[in-house]
Nanobody
């Protein structure tokens, strides 16, 4: 069984910064990509950022230049540095991992609220 455990969400003022982290725990997994998605109330879940281990990185258009994703493949962890946060970034952020044998994995989600 593999679990994705997220941390780092919270309340921040517009223009502030937060860092989200996610770690995969368990045994017998072979993760080849990790990323972050978010879902705001009444909206569909959308890509924030995704990185293939040792490969390419993709960002959602609305976060380019403000968010940075990083991963440590040996530790199966991924982090998301979020700068210059805006109220429209308010959402539940979900960690995602793609595993060769297990397919898509999801964390439980962490709330990010940007408000003054």
């Amino acid at each position: 069984q593999v679990q994705l455990v997220e941390s780092g969400g919270g309340l921040v003022q517009p223009g502030g910064r937060l860092r989200l982290s996610c770690a995969a725990s368990g045994s017998r997994f072979n993760i080849y990509a990790m990323g972050w998605y978010r879902q705001a109330p009444g909206k569909q879940r959308e890509l924030v950022a995704r990185t293939q281990i040792g490969g390419s990185t993709n960002y959602g258009d609305s976060v380019k230049g403000r968010f940075t994703i990083s991963s440590v493949s040996a530790k199966n962890t991924v982090s998301l540095q979020m700068n210059n946060l805006k109220p429209e970034d308010t959402a539940v952020y979900f960690c995602n991992a793609d595993d060769l044998g297990l397919g898509g994995l999801w964390g439980q989600g962490t709330q990010v609220t940007v408000s003054s």
